[in-house]
């Protein structure tokens, strides 16, 4: 079992809908939690990051850590065309030791 | 502009040829690191550094070499590639201090696509 599952999708949604994004974990030692957009053929874009639980809101964006769960969401309002991309959950202990998921790829429709 | 550069963007090699694949980074940041990415796996670590002449393994550093000598420079040598180092290869860094001290990957560089045949 990977320390981190992330659903691959492919999701697709029309224009101006709620994006819904998670993530589980089984490490209960990760306490930073993070997102990434990565466009076809570009490096990952840190979007979003988190300390411990609670909740975190970026303009469109609101990350939600839930560590009695062991689960993540990345939530995008109004989406747009633009915001079609592949989206990794990342996370970490106190250390240098990064895991990601494995990326879900988001298409928003016109 | 604040950039993580690497080169080549592209490389086909054949099995054995010693290889080095480079990262520059302009925003004088003490942390980089390795990672590759493959379909359904996404990124692994391969190797990190904390600063200038401290490095250490990820989880996936069997094959690979790195240093760092330079803190703008952290390179990846591939001493005798072989096919299953195909793969798509970012480099990140970061200064992870104060309240991002989490953030040890916050700039990427563009990748580079390796085939080993």
């Known amino acids: 079992q990977k320390e981190v599952e992330q659903d691959p999708g492919p999701l697709s949604v029309p224009e101006g809908a709620i994006v819904s994004l998670n993530c589980t974990y089984s490490?209960?030692?990760?306490?930073?939690f993070m997102w990434y957009r990565q466009y076809s053929r570009k490096g990952p874009e840190l979007l979003m990051y988190?300390?411990?639980?609670g909740n975190k809101e970026d303009g469109r964006f609101t990350a939600q850590v839930d560590k009695s769960s062991k689960y993540i969401s990345l939530f995008i309002r109004d989406s747009q065309p633009s915001d079609s991309a592949t989206y990794l959950c990342a996370m970490k202990e106190d250390d240098y030791k990064l895991s990601f998921g494995a990326g879900t790829t988001v298409t928003v429709r016109a | 502009e604040a950039q993580v550069t690497q080169n080549p963007r592209y490389l086909i090699t054949v099995t054995g040829k010693k290889l080095t694949v480079t990262c520059s980074q302009n925003m004088n940041h003490e942390y980089m690191s390795w990672y590759r990415q493959d379909p359904g796996l996404g990124l692994r670590q391969i190797y990190y550094?904390?600063?200038?002449?401290?490095?250490d393994k990820g989880d996936v550093p069997e094959g690979y070499k790195v240093s760092r000598k330079e803190k703008r420079n952290f390179p990846l040598i591939l001493e005798s590639p072989s096919p299953n180092q195909t793969s798509l290869y970012f480099c990140?860094?970061?200064?992870?201090?104060?309240?991002?001290?989490?953030?040890?990957?916050?700039?990427f560089g563009q990748g580079t696509r390796l085939t080993v045949v």
């Open positions: 990140a860094s970061s200064t992870p201090t104060g309240a991002a001290r989490g953030v040890t990957e916050a700039f």
């Open positions: 550094s904390m600063n200038v002449e401290v490095t």
């Open positions: 988190t300390y411990s639980s």
């Open positions: 490490n209960s030692a990760f306490q930073y």
